[in-house]
């Protein structure tokens, strides 16, 4: 622990105040990262059907 986190431990700061922990941060990058697969798979699916129904169209 650095010096610095350990004086704002010590001053009695908040747990708001000090940076977050390398798991915070860890499981915050591992939540982001999945939200941003879950829109990515989200996108392919609609362009998929939107190009099944162009097609759908274009066929006689």
């Known amino acids: 622990m650095s ?3 350990k004086s ?3 001053a009695g700061a908040p747990r708001e105040q ?3 922990t390398l798991e915070e941060t860890q ?3 591992a939540e982001l990262r999945m ?3 879950a829109k990515q798979r989200q996108q392919a699916l609609s362009e998929r059907s939107l190009t099944a ?3 759908e169209k ?3």
């Open 3 to 5: 010096e610095q986190t």
């Open 8 to 10: 704002r431990i010590d």
């Open 18 to 20: 000090l940076p977050p």
């Open 27 to 29: 499981a915050r990058n």
């Open 35 to 37: 939200q941003k697969m």
């Open 53 to 55: 129904a162009r097609n």
């Open 58 to 60: 274009q066929v006689p």
